[in-house]
């Protein structure tokens, strides 16, 4: 779903988008830090941020880092 704010703010288009690691955060809602693979050897990470369910909005992408690769540590940033 943060697909196409990511795009947006790097200004590419992805050939591919899939997600390979996953950890939570939980706070007013969960932070999400996503390992995410967007070329042969290239990923980035993630930082989403999902609200609580009564306030009934989508995930919002945060910030990201890019230039990974599928060795690095998926930490807190």
Do not use: M, W
Not at 1 to 11: H, I
Request: charged residues 20%; glycine residues 4%; hydrophobic residues 35%.
């Amino acid at each position: 779903q943060v697909r196409p704010q990511f795009e947006s703010r790097t200004n590419t288009i992805c050939a591919v988008f899939t997600a390979v690691e996953c950890r939570t955060q939980v706070v007013a809602g969960t932070v999400y830090f996503i390992k995410v693979q967007v070329s042969d050897a290239e990923y980035v990470h993630l930082k989403v941020f999902q609200s609580l369910p009564y306030e009934n909005k989508g995930p919002n992408l945060v910030s990201f880092q890019t230039g990974k690769t599928r060795d690095d540590p998926l930490t807190y940033f």
